[in-house]
């Protein structure tokens, strides 16, 4: 998704609601990409933006293949973290979409 993110934003629209997180981005050079992941998730429903690039910062510096994302709230910060422990723990403020 981060690939069609728009230049200037890098924005990916993520949504959470009961076994999948969605992942979307809109370019309007390029198209739509969107990809639906499954998930263990039990909270309220919910639609948050994300800057891809400081998403894929987080996830590219831990090393595992499952993480925990944390929401309190669409516009605070996202705490994403190992799976396997909490030997790193990365911080992303969402944007309005």
């Known amino acids: 998704a981060e690939v069609m993110a728009p230049e200037k934003t890098s ?3 993520v949504k959470l609601d009961g076994s999948s997180l969605e ?3 809109d370019n309007p050079d ?7 992941i499954e998930v263990n ?3 309220d429903p919910l639609v ?3 800057n891809a690039r400081y998403l894929i910062e987080v996830l590219e510096a831990m090393d595992t ?3 925990y994302l944390e ?3 669409e516009l605070d910060p996202c705490v994403l973290r190992p799976v396997d422990g909490p030997a790193y723990l ?3 403020m969402p944007m309005r979409i």
Do not use: S, W
């Open 11 to 13: 924005t990916v629209r």
């Open 23 to 25: 992942l979307t981005a």
């Open 30 to 36: 390029l198209g739509v990409a969107h990809q639906e």
């Open 41 to 43: 998730y039990d909270g």
């Open 48 to 50: 948050a933006g994300f």
């Open 65 to 67: 293949n499952q993480v």
């Open 71 to 73: 929401f309190q709230g």
């Open 90 to 92: 990365g911080v992303v």
